[in-house]
């Protein structure tokens, strides 16, 4: 099993930035690629970034504005430039490649809330 663990989110004006944290612990050797989803309200959560050692992938509402990195077992997410729609629950998650992360991670953290103001 992989615990995952999220900090950092709150709430900020629009146009400002948030950093947040996540750190596995566990079987982390199982944990190839790591990323981070979020959920606004009333809305399905969906896919914002993931990155395994050699690549990062993010998705479109978010490219520019959002950058992932990771130190083994621990995921970051900077996301500058926030604008009210951003607002959501992020969630990190954790799986053993990027391919399957985008598409159902077998890992989830519980989730910090990110409120950006307008």
């Known amino acids: 099993q992989v615990q995952l663990v999220e900090s950092g989110g709150g709430l900020v004006q629009a146009g400002g930035s948030l950093r947040l944290s996540c750190a596995a612990s566990g079987r982390t050797f199982s944990s190839a690629a790591m990323g981070w989803f979020r959920q606004a309200p009333g809305k399905e959560r969906e896919f914002v970034a993931a990155?395994?050692?050699?690549r990062t992938v993010y998705a479109d509402s978010v490219k520019g504005r959002f950058t992932i990195s990771r130190d083994y077992a621990k995921v970051y997410l900077q996301m500058n430039s926030l604008k009210p729609e951003d607002t959501a629950v992020y969630y990190c998650?954790?799986?053993?490649?990027?391919?399957?992360?985008?598409?159902?991670?077998?890992?989830w953290g519980q989730g910090t809330q990110v409120t950006v103001s307008s």
């Open positions: 998650a954790a799986d053993s490649t990027i391919l399957t992360i985008q598409a159902n991670p077998n890992y």
């Open positions: 990155i395994n050692n050699w």
